[in-house]
């Protein structure tokens, strides 16, 4: 593999906390067919030791609320029932950011792992190849020489970094660890993809963060990941700044959940149909507006001779 060159910018540090006001908007519309009964399931983003978020206004009120510790993000059912063509839910939040540096201990390398709610984030899936041989020989190569985890960790990202081309665009079309190793260019989802895919095929937990960035021009989304610290626990790192650390993170990051990796949807709908229709067709815009930015997920949820559920 040729070196590469990361050509993402580093995200804009403020001087201490950082605050707004932010908000959500979801629209859903039946664009073809009938529908009884929605139920979206919407997952915000949760308080941590870094983020505080405090949920100021939810239109309609949500059935149900639960923090969900593994993907650490508050999920939200709403059931709407269609009187109309198209529904809105609106959710705002008051939000504080602030740069942390998390503790890192001089753990050995590998790692004891002890819980399993640990070992869940050492395993393979089609985004992370952490049990195919060359993710494998490639991880122990890069590591062979390391006493500690941390020092296993940077190695592992000063690899990423040395061969891998950033492409700082937003996130589209998702590449596996794999894949990025051969076309050697990929956005940040498909370099976490790789780091967590390296980490785990030599026993290090490694999760996905999906959330957002207040980078060059503006709030976008933006990847990074999670490693576990026998001792701390968890600590971030974002290896598509420019120097990337070990547990820092500053007040430009906003986490909305993790994941085995970036597969993981923010929403999911259920509906009914009417007995003896053709199942319908759905359309679904989500949008978080936080400062000038309004960033957006547009899809269509479109089933043919299936039973219908979560999409």
Same mark, same amino acid.
């Given at each position: 593999m040729q070196p590469g060159r990361n050509i993402s910018p580093p995200p804009r540090a403020p001087e201490g906390p950082w605050k707004a006001s932010i908000f959500f908007s979801t629209t859903c519309k039946v664009l073809e067919g009938a529908v009884d009964k929605l139920g979206i399931h919407i997952r915000y983003p949760f308080s941590d030791l870094r983020q505080k978020i405090k949920l100021t206004l939810s239109t309609p009120e949500a059935s149900k609320r639960e923090f969900i510790s593994q993907g650490s993000y508050e999920l939200c059912t709403f059931n709407i029932m269609l009187d109309t063509a198209d529904t809105e839910i609106i959710n705002r939040f008051n939000i504080e950011l602030a740069a942390k540096t998390y503790p890192v201990s001089p753990a050995a390398f590998p790692p004891p792992i002890e819980h399993e709610a640990a070992r869940h984030y050492l395993q393979a899936t089609p985004l992370v190849e952490a049990n195919d041989p060359e993710i494998i020989e490639i991880g122990q190569n890069v590591t062979a020489l390391c006493k500690k985890s941390t020092d296993a960790i940077m190695r592992i990202t000063r690899f990423i970094t040395t061969n891998v081309k950033f492409d700082p665009e937003p996130m589209d079309n998702r590449q596996s660890a794999k894949e990025l190793l051969r076309t050697k260019i990929g956005r940040c989802q498909d370099i976490n993809h790789l780091f967590s895919a390296l980490c785990r095929a030599v026993k290090i937990p490694a999760r996905m963060v999906l959330g957002f960035v207040n980078g060059k021009n503006g709030w976008a989304r933006h990847a990074w990941s999670d490693v576990y610290d026998p001792q701390f626990g968890w600590f971030p790192i974002d290896i598509a700044t420019e120097h990337p650390s070990a547990? !820092?993170? @500053? !007040? &430009?990051?906003?986490?909305? &959940?993790?994941?085995? @990796? %970036? %597969?993981?949807?923010?929403?999911?709908?259920t509906y009914d149909i009417p007995s003896k229709k053709v199942y319908p067709v759905i359309s679904m815009k989500h949008t978080l507006f936080i400062e000038k930015s309004a960033i957006k997920t547009i899809f269509t949820i479109k089933q043919d001779n299936q039973q219908p559920g979560n999409t």
């Open positions: 547990g !820092a993170l @500053d !007040a &430009m990051h906003l986490k909305l &959940m993790t994941g085995l @990796d %970036s %597969s993981e949807p923010e929403i999911q709908v």
